[in-house]
């Protein structure tokens, strides 16, 4: 069954520093997304990219945060400058025509120190 | 604001038993309710229902959808250890960008 990869499993930073999260979605889905969970907490929305432009973001992705389509396969989120409250599981999905085929990644686990 | 409320937060049940989840929703123009499970990473996809009545069924699940309810319930018949999971309901509007609501998700731990 077709799967959304995502690397690495888990990542430890220095606040302050840039980390970039690194998504492969399913190869033919057109939508793709960015979620996280703070630990006990509810799955939030991020960003969702379509057509190589961001088609929707939350209050949550601010400036420090960026998305980009390198090549016709990677999608990554780029926290620029990371807060203690940046730490999180983060979530890549893709899904075809609107919430057909939604499908999540396994996650990695963000941790500033 | 779009809300998305799930109910119990948790439930403790034996094996064999039988659960229903509860997902309420306040969306404006709603498109379709999404039922995932969530063990220790990824929430794996279980449902995605979009219209009233039409009961969606999968081995042991099943879910409906209550458009006049503004509602959905999951059920999950001689419930296994296996079924111990987080279950996340989330509520995809039109116009969003594909963006999905979820709940806080229903814990359910299933005794042997």
């Known amino acids: 069954e077709p799967e959304v990869t995502q690397t690495p499993s888990h990542q430890v930073t220095q606040m302050g520093q840039e980390v970039i999260l690194r998504c492969v979605p399913i190869s033919n889905h057109l939508y793709f997304y960015w979620y996280r969970q703070i630990l006990g907490q509810k799955v939030e929305f991020l960003v969702s990219?379509?057509?190589?432009?961001?088609?929707?973001k939350s209050e949550i992705f601010d400036d420090q945060f960026s998305v980009e389509r390198p090549d016709g396969s990677n999608f990554t989120l780029k926290i620029r400058s990371t807060k203690l409250e940046d730490s999180a599981m983060y979530f890549c999905?893709?899904?075809?025509?609107?919430?057909?085929?939604?499908?999540f990644g396994s996650g990695t686990r963000l941790t500033v120190v | 604001e779009d809300k998305v409320v799930q109910s119990p937060l948790s439930l403790v049940v034996h094996e064999g038993d039988t659960v229903t989840l509860n997902c309420s929703y306040e969306v404006t123009n709603f498109r379709s309710l999404l039922w995932y499970k969530q063990e220790k990473k990824a929430p794996t996809f279980l449902f995605m229902l979009t219209s009233s009545g039409i009961e969606k069924k999968s081995g042991r699940l099943s879910s409906i959808l209550d458009k006049k309810e503004l509602s959905s319930i999951l059920n999950i018949t001689a419930t296994q250890t296996g079924d111990s999971a987080i279950y996340l309901c989330?509520?995809?509007?039109?116009?969003?960008?594909?963006?999905?609501?979820f709940g806080q998700g229903t814990e359910l731990s299933v005794k042997p």
């Open positions: 999905a893709s899904s075809e025509l609107g919430g057909y085929g939604y499908t």
């Open positions: 989330a509520v995809e509007a039109y116009n969003q960008g594909g963006k999905l609501i």
């Open positions: 990219f379509y057509n190589n432009e961001i088609s929707e």
